[in-house]
């Protein structure tokens, strides 16, 4: 099985920072990787798809980039409505979520 | 607009069995696959199997392989998830959502279902 490495697992942020959380997977998995975003007693929704594609109506300040086993997502300017929870996945061997990343107000 | 939508929460004793369903509108119910994941109170996301609608194959979590079983009705555009031999740590929210042909993301996502196993 492909496990998913994500880090860190809570992070503490301002509006206005720039956010990058990273996504490790266990062998390649080429570009197979999607990002969601998950609210409190919400389904996740998805951000990212093919590791870079942004998914129609995901604002432009997120962006997904990496290949093979290291991936990350960025969020350039951090806003109120990004407070959430984000999982990784890889979709190239069944599927995987990674832990989750917490962002948080600093 | 493409919908997922989820039967409501169960609680089911140990032992025994529960079915969740999801009814899919605005799209071809066959032309893509259901997904199933489940998340445990306070947990991250877990995969548990996937069905392809046209052609009924199914891929199951190794861990959950002997106590699942993911069907479809094309006549309702229903998906249904079986989970058997419940147990105390299967209670989570579980979701279904729509997964394309080949390699695939998962969108939309269904709202979830609470089964809760408890004696």
């Known amino acids: 099985d492909i496990q998913m490495t994500q880090s860190p697992s809570t992070l503490s942020a301002s509006v206005g920072d720039r956010v990058i959380i990273t996504c490790r997977a266990s062998?390649?998995?080429?570009?197979?990787l999607a990002w969601y975003q998950q609210k409190p007693g919400k389904a996740p929704k998805l951000l990212i798809y093919k590791a870079s594609s942004l998914e129609s109506g995901v604002p432009s300040r997120f962006s997904g980039s990496g290949s093979g086993t290291e991936f990350t997502l960025t969020i350039s300017s951090l806003q109120p409505d990004d407070f959430a929870t984000y999982y990784c996945q890889q979709y190239h061997s069944y599927s995987t979520f990674g832990q989750g990343t917490k962002v948080e107000i600093k | 607009q493409v919908q997922l939508v989820q039967s409501g929460a169960e609680v089911k004793k140990p032992g025994a069995s529960v079915k969740v369903s999801c009814k899919a509108s605005?799209?071809?119910?066959?032309?893509?696959?259901i997904s199933w994941v489940r998340q445990a109170p306070g947990q991250g996301l877990e995969w548990m199997g996937w069905i392809s609608v046209y052609t009924g194959v199914t891929n199951y979590a190794q861990n959950l392989q002997a106590r699942v079983a993911m069907t479809t009705d094309t006549s309702t555009s229903t998906a249904y998830m079986e989970l058997r031999s419940l147990r105390s740590d299967d209670t989570a929210v579980y979701f279904c959502?729509?997964?394309?042909?080949?390699?695939?993301?998962?969108?939309?996502w269904g709202q979830g279902t609470l089964v809760t196993v408890s004696s």
């Open positions: 062998q390649s998995i080429s570009r197979w």
């Open positions: 605005g799209y071809t119910f066959t032309s893509y696959g």
């Open positions: 959502a729509r997964r394309g042909v080949g390699a695939s993301p998962f969108d939309p």
